[in-house]
């Protein structure tokens, strides 16, 4: 999504750049005034080599979002999105008691390989074991919401022993649990959609 580099936000991790990497570009669903995009499906606007044809005017939210790779320093080098298929962002919770909001991550298995992703346990315990809402995503078919759990709980005895395989397994389980998800076509308010290509 933010294919130059040239102007390195400070709040970025130095020395990592987005690459050719685009998985911001599917993944995420876009509902800015111009461009609306269900998750799953590929904007049309990027090109074959994975740039964006339209960058100088791209819209305003993907001039703004960075992936937790590029943001969080604790998200382990390895899980670049587009090689890894793990794509982690920020997500925010509303405390149910309080109504305070706490930041926390969502972390997105693109592939089922993702679960096999060097660094992803270490990630996930990283963000436990500070604290930080921690929510799993398994995306939907494409033009569908995926499902989204918060995982803390099921994994802080393992985090807690630093089991790491331990922790695979809790995430391969809620992995498959999530598969059987409720998906739901992404609906967006008022108008249709851009056209959009398959993944
Ligand atoms: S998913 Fe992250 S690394 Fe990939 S293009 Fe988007 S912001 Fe860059
Ligand atoms: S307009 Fe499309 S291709 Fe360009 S940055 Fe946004 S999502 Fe990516």
């Known amino acids: 999504m933010s294919a130059s580099d040239a ?3 400070p709040h970025l991790v130095a020395g990592r750049t987005c690459g050719d990497c685009n998985a911001c570009c599917v993944a995420l669903t876009i509902d800015d005034p111009d461009l609306r995009k269900p998750e799953g499906y590929r904007c049309r606007n990027a090109r074959r080599d994975n740039s964006c044809a339209i960058y100088a005017t791209r819209p305003q939210t993907c001039r703004t979002f960075y ?9 382990r080098e390895p ?5 890894s298929g793990v794509l982690i962002r920020l997500h925010g919770e509303v405390s149910r008691t309080d109504g305070s909001r706490r930041l926390g991550v969502m972390i997105s298995l693109l592939t089922r ?5 060097e660094g992803l346990a270490e990630t996930v315990a990283a963000a436990v074991a500070a604290g930080a809402p921690v929510y799993l995503h ?5 033009g569908y919401t995926g499902g989204t759990a918060r995982i803390n709980e099921a994994v802080a005895e393992a985090v807690g022993r630093r089991d790491k395989a331990a922790v ?6 809620l992995h498959a649990e999530g598969r059987k998800g409720d998906f739901r076509p992404v609906v967006f308010e008022g108008t249709e959609h851009d056209k959009c290509r398959s993944p």
């Open 67 to 75: 992936c937790g790779w590029r943001r969080l320093k604790w998200v």
């Open 7 to 9: 102007t390195q936000d």
């Open 138 to 142: 398994i995306p939907g078919p494409p």
């Open 79 to 83: 899980l670049r999105p587009d090689r």
């Open 168 to 173: 695979l397994r809790i995430l391969r389980g």
């Open 113 to 117: 390989a993702a679960l096999k992703a």
